[in-house]
């Protein structure tokens, strides 16, 4: 009787511990969650790991190993990531979490660049995999990323496909692997089946296959426009967007000014029709502002003054559906109320403030030019010479100016989001524009693929002289910009970036800059 109470003791004692023990593992999962829902992959990363000591079954530290390392990935942690899945392989080889881990440990080399170690990783993973299932999609793992190497990727195909089709076998997929062709550095497309074969210039199809939307548009829009896209989606040696920067993205220079605990308040002001102030408020939340919904009713009925704030940022849209011109109408709904006239008139001259003006807000700073002081040869902005509304992904590149906001970014050539049906830059004169364009005002312009000033479109969507994309007064305390830097400023924006790169595009230095100058 004695031995038989003293057996229970002993399994309620065990049996408490245990659940202790999963309770402390549910509960240190549970913050890394949270954490890792926030995006604070670093503390989740930690608070995973703590689990995994608390854990009792095999199944559940697997669990928590795997978990810790996809955050470390998150965080672009290689080193932690890689050495958090090996110890997971390595310590709980026959769970099912570290069987997928063998597989991710490729992605990663090549993620972090060692693009043939995680090849031969992937492969080796799925030669050696029990599981179907699993190794066909580390094989088609492999094969997405074989291709996005484009070239120089057929080296590597070459010497890897005799093993390539033995796993195929291996696991009974043999015909679900079809050779349909091989890559070529020639722009032809070239076809053999059976005993018809097709061999046509890429340029021709491509000529053929936009013929009909190329008259569409000659009898729809501008044809000279037609014409000149026409001809630029055809040009075979067209090298494509790219980025080239005079700055490292990822040093956020803003950080010593944030660290001090002080956020600088901005005014994103708005206008009925104005769209894209989240965005414009997002960004400069970002870059150590404190951004305040601002709209012209609260300026007018004297709720809200611009004497509260170190930073204006009028925002793109479409103020009064544009009806009025773009920005026009806004424009005259601050110059013809007195009060609020003098109130931006002020804030324009205070030496410790800047102004942004994006799109429609670019629009209605151009139209009230005459109390910006330094804006003289600033033109105003009309309709695209398209004569429709363009949204596309633009090349610029910035050019040396006194704009505070561009400081450091000179020589650079990034893409942004393009948005407006009046963004053309007009002047008096032919002579004006040459002015104006040789002034040192134009903070970046439009350019070619080849770097050189866009002049045709759709690579200069609006039509503006000599590219002028953005512009700087004197002082370099208000930009106004046709394009959308806010909308660009990470690359997960973007709907193209390249590769290996990290979460901010180089716009976001313009926005760090507005934090550094208020300092």
């Known amino acids: 009787m004695t031995t038989r109470l003293l057996q229970l003791a002993l399994a309620l004692a065990i049996g408490g511990c245990a659940a202790g023990a999963g309770e402390a593992f549910l509960t240190a999962k549970g913050l890394g969650d949270r954490a890792y829902s926030s995006g604070r992959y670093d503390e989740a990363a930690g608070a ?32 932690r990531t890689r050495a958090t899945l090996a110890r997971l392989v390595a310590e709980l080889p026959k769970t099912d979490r570290a069987r997928r881990a063998r597989f991710d440990l490729g992605d990663l080399e090549i993620e972090a660049g060692d693009a043939d170690r995680g090849y031969a990783i992937l492969l ?65 497309v070239q076809l053999r089946i059976g005993a018809a074969e097709f061999d046509e210039s890429w340029v021709d199809l491509r000529r053929a296959w936009s013929e009909t939307s190329w008259r569409m548009r ?10 000149e896209e026409f001809a630029a989606q055809t040009a075979e040696q067209d090298p494509g967007l790219s980025v080239a920067l005079s700055f490292d993205p990822e040093e956020d220079i803003a950080a010593p000014y944030i660290a001090r605990g002080a956020r600088p ?80 008139q002020g804030f324009f001259a205070r030496p410790d403030t800047f102004a942004l003006g994006i799109c429609n807000g670019c629009q209605m700073f151009a139209a009230l030019k005459s109390i910006i002081p330094g804006t003289e040869l600033w033109p105003r902005f009309v309709r695209n010479r398209s004569e429709q509304y363009e949204a596309r992904f633009a090349l610029v590149e910035v050019v040396r100016s006194p704009s505070v906001l561009l400081d450091g970014m000179a020589g650079s ?107």
């Open 265 to 344: 308040a901005v005014a994103i002001l708005r206008e009925q029709g104005v769209n894209s102030h989240t965005e414009t408020a997002a960004v400069f939340d970002r870059a150590g502002f404190a951004p305040h919904d601002v709209h012209m009713t609260d300026l007018l009925c004297g709720r809200r003054s611009l004497r509260e704030f170190k930073g204006l940022a009028a925002c793109g849209g479409f103020s009064y559906g544009d009806v009025l011109g773009a920005g026009e109408g806004w424009a005259k709904s601050i110059l013809f109320h007195e009060a609020v006239r003098e109130e931006f």
């Open 413 to 519: 050539l990034l893409p942004i989001a393009v948005a407006h049906g009046e963004g053309r830059a007009e002047f008096a004169s032919a002579a004006a524009a040459q002015v104006c364009a040789t002034s040192g005002l134009v903070g970046f312009r439009y350019v070619n693929h080849d770097r050189s000033v866009a002049t045709a479109y759709p690579l200069n969507p609006s039509g503006s002289p000599f590219g002028i994309a953005a512009l700087s007064n004197a002082d370099g305390r208000v930009t106004i910009t046709m394009p959308h830097p806010e909308r660009s400023f990470r690359y997960a924006q973007n709907s193209w970036h390249p590769r290996d790169v990290g979460e901010y595009s180089g716009w976001a230095r313009l926005f760090r800059n507005a934090r550094r100058f208020v300092a």
């Open 48 to 79: 995973y790991e703590r689990a995994g000591t608390k854990a009792m079954r095999a199944r559940d530290r697997a669990e928590a190993l795997y978990l810790a390392g996809s955050s470390y990935w998150r965080a672009r942690e290689w080193d």
């Open 124 to 188: 080796d993973a799925a030669e050696k995999d029990p599981s179907h299932g699993l190794a066909h999609r580390a094989l088609e793992r492999w094969v997405e990323r074989l291709a996005e190497r484009q070239g120089d990727a057929l080296a590597w195909l070459e010497e890897a496909e005799p093993r390539f089709a033995e796993i195929l076998a291996k696991h009974g997929l043999a015909d679900a692997a079809l050779y349909v062709g091989a890559p070529t550095s020639e722009l032809r």
């Open 218 to 227: 000659r009898l729809r829009d501008d044809p000279q426009c037609a014409d």
